[in-house]
C-alpha cells in the first residue's frame, strides 16, 4: 500500500527564507553584536593606532607604517625590556612550579595530615589582591626600614641591608609565591586525573618506585604540567600589577609596566603609538602562549584515562620526612602570611615602625577610622559596588546567552561566537585597558565608572562564558526541548528551566567575577581619573601619597571583604563538587 | 489530523550532505496510534522533531488539524511552543529541580490565556491520576524510579489536552518487564483519550503490539505502510520482511508454472519449494522467497524422503534457548538460515533434522537487480 498523497501543492524549494523574528533571534543577536563591540572596537583601534606613524590614536591612520614599531624595538632599551621579561616570567613560573608541585604531591599522593589546612590556606588566597601582597613585601623588605631587613641587621650587626625588595628577584620571588595556590589547584588537577593502576602496573612487573617514578608517572605527568608551566608563563607575560608596585620603583621595566609609562606619561606626551606596538606583540606573545597551551592540552587529553570516581591511589607513607615536610609546608604559610601579618601591624599604627614590643602600647584603630571617614575612600567604595555589582551581573547575563549560542548552534556561528568570546583570555588585560582607553578617550565615557565597568566586563564574560558553557554542555538538550514543546517560550525556557538547572555555575561564576573586578587593579589604574576611583585604585592612591598606616589599613579591610565572599564560596564549591560525584554513584 | 506532505532534511557532516528524511509523505489519521518503525539512522526520529518543531526541515508541507505548521511553499515555520503538542522523549527529559507536580504542571502555566491556580492544581492533579502517580506529586523528580519518571514524563506530555502526542522511543531506557508494563500502560491512555499519537521505535514488537497503523523506514524513506498484521504477512521488500519478523530471504528462480492459480516451482540453493507467486512474476524470473524462522517444522520420525517438495535436510549448527522457543542456527546445502523450533525440541548441535517448509507463510517477491 503506497503512502496516500492528498492534493496539497508538492513543494518547490524556496527562493527566500523569511527570517523569523523570535525572542531568541533577537537576544541572540543583540548579545553577540555587544560582544563583537565589546571585543572587536578596543582591538581595532589597538593595531590601528599602533600602525600610524603620527602616534595618535585612532581607528582611521593616516598612513600605514611600522615606524612605531621600529622606535619600540630601538636598542639598546629593547634587549633589556626583553631579558627582563624573560627572566621575570621564567624565574616566576620555575618558583610557582615547585612550590605547587610539591604542595599538590604532599596532599594527593602521601599520608600528609595537614592536608586540609593547605587547601583552606590557597583558597583563602583567592582573596588576596596581588599588589596587596606586593604591598606587604615592600614593608618587609625595603632596603630603608623593611621589618625583616631591620631584624636581620640587629641580629647580626650589619651595616646595611641584606635584601632588596626593588630588584628583579624580589619581583620574580613576590611574583612566583603569589602564583603558587592556582598553581597547586592546576597541579592538583593534573595528579588527580593520573590513573594510578599504570603506576602499579610498573611496580608488579618489576621496577622499584623511584624506576616506576621516572619511567612511567614522571612521562604521564609530563604534557599537564607543561601544560601548566605555559599556561602560568602567559599569565606572569601579562602581569602588570606586581612589576607595577615593585618594578617602578626598581626600574626594571617589563613589557606590561612600559605599556602603563607610555600611554600615562605624566610630565610629557602619552606615546600612544608606541604604547599600542608594544601591546600588539605583548598580545601577539600571549596568543601564541594560549596556541601552544590548547596544543598540549590537547596532547595530553590523550594520555589521560578514564578512570572510575573513588579509585584512590595508595598513599605514600611519608615516615621520617613527615617533620621536614611538615615544617616546610608551615614555613610557606609563613611566607604566605607575612605580608599580610605586617600590613596588619603598620595598619594599626598612628605611623610607620618596625614591630617591636615597646610599638604594641601605641596600638589603635584609629586608621581604620580614618579611612571609614576620609571622602575619597567613601566614593570608592560606593564606586566599587557598583563596579562589581553590575560587571558580574552584566557579565554573567552576557555569558548565560553567549554560552548558548555556542553550545545550541551547530553552524559556524557557535565556533565564531565560542572563539570570540575566549579570545580576551589570551589579550593581556593591560593591553585591553589601553586599547579601551584609546576607542573611549575622546567620548564622554572617558573617566567614568563606565568605562571600567565596560573594560571589566569585556574581560569577565571571557571567564563566565567558560564556566557556564561546561556546565550547559553537559545538560541534556531534550530538558529543553521539553520545556519548548510544553509551550514555553524561549525566555521561559532559559529562567524556568536551563539556568536553575546550571544555577550553582551561574553563581559560582557571579561571585568569582565580581571578586575579580573588586581586586584588579590594572584596569582603574589605567582609566583612573578623581571621579572613577574604586577600591583597588584608591588603595593604591594613598599608598603613593604616602600614607602607609591607613593604605594598610584598607588593604587589610579588603582583603577581610573579599575572604568573607571567597571563602565560604570555596567551601561550598568543594562540597558541591563532592555530593555531585557520590549521589552519582547512589543512583546505580 | 496529521499530514506530512514531501518532506526533506539533509544534515551537513563533515562537507558532505546526508539526506535524513527524502520526499516523506504520511497522513495519520485523527484519534489512530501511528509508529514509525526503522533502524537507527532511518530518519525516523528527524520527522518527529520536524513534527514538533524542533528541527527545521529543507522543504515540504506539515499541517496540523488542517492548518500548516510548516510549509517551505508558504513559508510558514510555527516555533514548538506555539505548536500545542505534547511529546515524551527517550531520555524522559524530567526536569530535576522541579518537583513531579511542577513537572507536570508546567504545559499548563504556558497556556494562554492563563488558566486559574485552582484549574492547574486540579488538572495536574487528574493528570497523575491517570498515570497512577498521586502519591509522589511533592517528590522532587531525581528521587522517582526510572518507571516512575516515565510515568511523569507521560503526564506532562498529556496534561494540557495536545492536538498530537509524539512519542520518542519512551521505552528504550526501561528494563524488559517495566516496558511491557509502559506498553500496556501507553496504550491504554491513548486510547481512552481519544487522542492522536505518533510513536517512534525501533523495536518490532512496540511497533506491532501498539499500532494503529505503522510505517516502515529505510534510509529516510517510508518503504512501506498498513496495518502491523500487514506489515508481518505480506512485506513488500527484502528489507521489511528481516527487520520485522527476522525473515530469511533465499534467492531462487522460477522454474516451473506458475499455473493458472500462481502456483510454481522455484529452485532454491538448497532445493525445490513450491510455492504461490504473487501476480505479475512470469516464469524463469529471479525472485526472493521469504521464510520466516516459524516457517520451518521439524519433521521427526515421519519424514518423507529427501526429493519431497518443501522438505529438506538441514543441519543445526548452533542452538539458543531463548525460553518460549529455541532459535537455531542451520545450514542446508550452501544456504544459512535461522530458525525457530518449540521450546521442547529435545537437540543437541549439530543436529540433523528433515524440515518441512509452510508455504503459506512464505512469501515470494520480484527481485529488483
Known sequence: MPPTVSALPAAVPTRSRRIHLSEERVIGAIALAVVVFLVGGPLLMLVSTSLNPSGEATLMPAGVAATNYLRAFSPPDTFTLIANTAFYTAGSVVIALVVGSSLAWLTERTDFRLRMLVRLIVFAWLAVPPFVSALGWIQLLNPGNGAINVLLRTLFDLPASPLNVYSLQAMIFVTGISMSPTTFIMISGVIGNMDHRLESAAQVHGAGRMVAFRRVTLPLLTPGLLAVAIFQAMVVVQMFDIPFAIGLTARVPVMSTRIYALATAADAKPEYGLAAAFGVVLLAIAILLIGLYLRITRVSERFRVVTGKGYRPVRQKLGRARIPATVLVLLYFLVMLLPLAILLWNSLLPYYQTPSVSALAKLTLQNYRHVGSEPLITRAFWNTIVLVLSTATISMGLSIVVSWISVRSKAALGRATTVLTFAPIAIPQIVFAFAILLLYLRTPLYGSLAVIIVAHITIFTAFGTRMVSSSMLQLHHELENAAKVSGASWLVTMRRVVVPLIFPQVLNGWLWIATHSARDLTVPILLMTSSNVVLASALWTIWEYPNIPEASALAVMMVVGLMVIVVPLQIWSVRYADRSGSSGKDDR | ?369
Open chain 2, 1 to 369: 489530523m496529521l499530514a506530512i506532505r514531501h518532506l526533506s532534511k539533509t544534515y551537513h557532516a563533515d562537507r558532505s550532505l546526508v539526506p535524513a528524511v527524502n520526499d516523506v509523505s504520511l497522513d495519520v489519521p485523527r484519534g489512530s496510534f501511528f509508529t514509525l518503525l526503522g533502524p537507527s539512522g532511518c530518519g525516523k526520529t528527524t520527522i518527529l522533531q520536524c513534527i514538533a518543531g524542533l528541527e527545521t526541515p529543507d522543504r515540504g508541507e506539515i499541517e496540523i488539524d488542517g492548518a500548516p505548521v510548516y510549509s517551505s511553499t508558504l513559508n510558514i515555520n510555527e516555533p514548538p511552543n506555539r505548536r500545542r503538542l505534547g511529546m515524551v522523549f527517550q531520555s524522559y527529559a524530567v526536569w530535576p529541580h522541579m518537583t513531579v507536580f511542577e513537572n507536570v504542571a508546567f504545559p499548563l502555566r504556558q497556556s494562554r490565556p492563563r488558566l486559574s491556580r485552582q484549574e492547574i492544581g486540579t488538572r495536574t492533579k487528574a493528570a497523575l491520576a491517570s498515570v497512577r502517580l498521586d502519591g509522589v506529586a511533592d517528590k522532587l523528580a531525581p528521587f522517582l524510579s526510572g518507571g516512575q519518571q516515565q510515568r511523569v514524563a507521560l503526564a506532562r506530555a498529556l496534561v494540557h489536552e495536545p492536538r498530537l502526542l509524539l512519542l520518542d522511543e519512551p521505552l528504550s531506557n526501561l528494563d524488559a518487564k517495566l516496558r511491557e508494563e509502559m506498553r500496556t500502560e501507553i496504550g491504554r491512555l491513548v486510547r481512552e483519550l481519544g487522542i492522536t499519537a505518533v510513536f517512534v521505535t525501533h523495536d518490532q514488537i512496540e511497533a506491532l503490539t501498539m499500532s494503529d497503523s505503522i510505517a516502515l523506514m529505510d534510509g529516510g524513506r517510508v518503504v512501506q505502510q498498513g496495518a502491523p498484521h500487514d506489515i508481518y504477512y505480506r512485506p513488500q521488500s527484502a528489507f521489511a520482511a528481516r527487520f520485522v519478523g527476522n525473515g530469511n530471504i533465499i534467492p531462487g528462480r522460477v522454474a516451473l508454472g506458475p499455473d493458472a492459480e500462481g502456483n510454481a516451482e522455484i529452485v532454491t540453493p538448497f532445493g525445490r519449494v513450491g510455492c504461490r507467486l504473487p501476480t505479475g512474476v512470469a516464469h524463469g524470473s529471479n525472485i526472493d522467497v521469504i521464510v520466516r524462522p516459524d516457517a520451518m517444522r521439524v519433521c521427526n520420525g515421519e519424514a518423507p524422503t529427501e526429493e519431497t517438495l518443501n522438505f529438506f535436510r538441514i543441519q543445526i549448527s548452533q542452538a539458543s534457548f531463548i525460553g518460549d522457543f529455541i532459535e537455531g542456527i542451520a545450514h542446508a546445502g550452501p544456504a544459512t538460515l535461522r530458525v525457530r523450533l518449540g521450546p521442547h525440541t529435545a537437540i543437541q548441535p549439530p543436529y540433523v533434522a528433515v524440515v518441512e517448509v509452510l508455504t503459506d507463510r512464505c512469501v515470494v517477491l520480484p527481485r529488483r537487480d
